[in-house]
């Protein structure tokens, strides 16, 4: 089992930047495939960007060319560069992870079974 840890999450004005991290450990990390998903009050959660364990990347529309997502596999780390924030981003951000999801499901979060506890990302107008 995947143990996962965000943090980085916060207050910013708009058109600000973040980075999330993610923090794994337990399983052999370059393996897995990650994801970032972000949770809205009484909404259910939606794929905001994934990596696959060979690199391939995949974003939803509301955040290209505003968010960049990265692996580190030698820190077991997964990052989420966030730009250009706007108050519509506010929501709270997981990271999750899954041995093998394929290309067309990563932004399906019911393929993916560990989760981290979420960091709130706030922007302000």
């Known amino acids: 089992q995947v143990q996962l840890v965000e943090s980085g999450g916060g207050s910013v004005q708009a058109g600000g930047s973040l980075r999330l991290s993610c923090e794994a450990s337990g399983v052999p990390y370059s393996t897995y495939c990650m994801a970032w998903f972000r949770q809205f009050p009484g909404k259910e959660r939606e794929g905001v960007a994934a990596?696959?364990?060979?690199?391939?990347?995949t974003y939803a529309d509301s955040v290209k060319g505003r968010f960049t997502i990265s692996r580190d596999n030698t820190k077991n780390i997964l990052y989420l560069q966030m730009n250009s924030l706007k108050p519509e981003d506010t929501a709270r951000y997981y990271c999750?992870?899954?041995?093998?999801?394929?290309?067309?499901?990563?932004?399906?979060?019911?393929?993916?079974?560990?989760w981290g506890q979420g960091t709130q990302v706030t922007v302000v107008s």
């Open positions: 990596v696959a364990n060979d690199g391939y990347t």
């Open positions: 999750a992870a899954e041995y093998r999801v394929m290309d067309q499901h990563l932004m399906d979060p019911s393929f993916f079974n560990s």
